[in-house]
């Protein structure tokens, strides 16, 4: 398979290699990117990709702001025509420009996608998503972990609301056959460019639209993989930890957000899911320090953005 004469992780062979973070959203979502980015470039493997942004529907101050980052600004258009479109928010093309990441930004060997609400804590998860890509699967964090509440006592919930997104976007059979397997998020991802999953999933999101806009560009990728049997690299889940299924521990010891279980390994990327983007704190475990063992509220957004934490 094409990419296996690599070094370590995170060192490729081939240092002609551009490769490109790209996240994006509208107005109302800046102050998530804002984190998303700050944290990326606060990192040495972030400071090492260029980056994008899709801007669908910043304002002029906010757009002065991503160029002061260093970024490549897009305005990506509607790339599909489909049923209930005039109702949607500009917003909404960041997840149909997905699989055009390389039309919107061309000339990058590998392409980061990171939905603005993640922010990176440690940069040896973005060493993984790279490493992962360059074999030519796609990589990916599926939502599954010995902490999460849906492979405990919310199963139920778990598979009936993602069952009724695929259903929508397919058919029943299909939910019932794919929510047996782990969900891969599609917050965030590494492709090469020249993978054949860019126009398959364009395909797959395509059809699906016609239906649904619940979930489509997630539940098409998934039917992508499990499904077509397109190649992917599945990552462990600190490499997208998404919130909502189990709230992080922190460790005051390492200043670090962490897994909920032993051996307590630190989160690589916190995605903060559903409701918890709009928390200003949740309920976290301590680990070390004076507070060990208690329960406190704690902001779980990017802690260099200047909040308390």
Not at 51 to 79: F, K, M, N, S, Y
Not at 175 to 198: K, Q, S, T
Request: hydrophobic fraction near 40%.
């Amino acid at each position: 398979m094409a990419g296996d004469s690599k070094g370590p992780i995170g060192h490729p062979d081939h240092v002609s290699e551009r490769a490109i973070a790209i996240t994006g959203g509208d107005a109302g979502y800046f102050d998530l990117i804002r984190d998303c980015v700050g944290s990326l470039r606060a990192t040495a493997e972030g400071q090492a990709l260029a980056l994008g942004i899709l801007d669908c529907g910043l304002t002029d101050e906010q757009r002065a702001w991503c160029r002061g980052q260093g970024a490549i600004l897009v305005v990506p258009q509607w790339d599909y025509d489909f049923p209930g479109r005039d109702r949607l928010q500009d917003g909404y093309k960041a997840l149909t420009a997905r699989p055009f990441l390389p039309r919107y930004f061309p000339g990058f060997d590998l392409y980061l996608w990171i939905d603005g609400d993640c922010w990176v804590q440690q940069g040896d998860a973005i060493a993984l998503f790279l490493a992962a890509a360059r074999t030519g699967a796609v990589a990916v964090a599926p939502e599954i972990h010995r902490s999460m509440r849906h492979y405990r006592h919310a199963w139920g919930e778990f598979s009936s609301i993602n069952g009724a997104a695929m259903a929508a976007c397919f058919d029943r059979e299909t939910a019932e056959r794919l929510i047996r397997y782990p969900m891969i998020n599609a917050g965030v991802f590494a492709l090469r460019a020249d993978a054949a999953h860019w126009t398959g999933w364009g395909e797959l999101m395509g059809e699906a639209l016609q239906r649904s806009t619940t979930m489509t560009d997630q539940v098409a990728l998934n039917v992508l993989v499990y499904d077509r049997g397109f190649p992917c690299e599945p990552l462990p889940s600190r490499c997208n930890w998404p919130v909502h299924h189990a709230t992080p521990a922190w460790d005051a010891d390492r200043a670090l957000f962490v897994e909920p279980a032993m051996p307590y390994e630190p989160l690589g990327i916190l995605h903060l899911t559903i409701y918890t983007k709009k928390l200003a704190a949740l309920d976290v475990r301590e680990l070390g320090g004076r507070h060990a063992g208690e329960v406190r509220a704690r902001s779980l957004r990017w802690p260099g953005g200047g909040r308390d934490g």
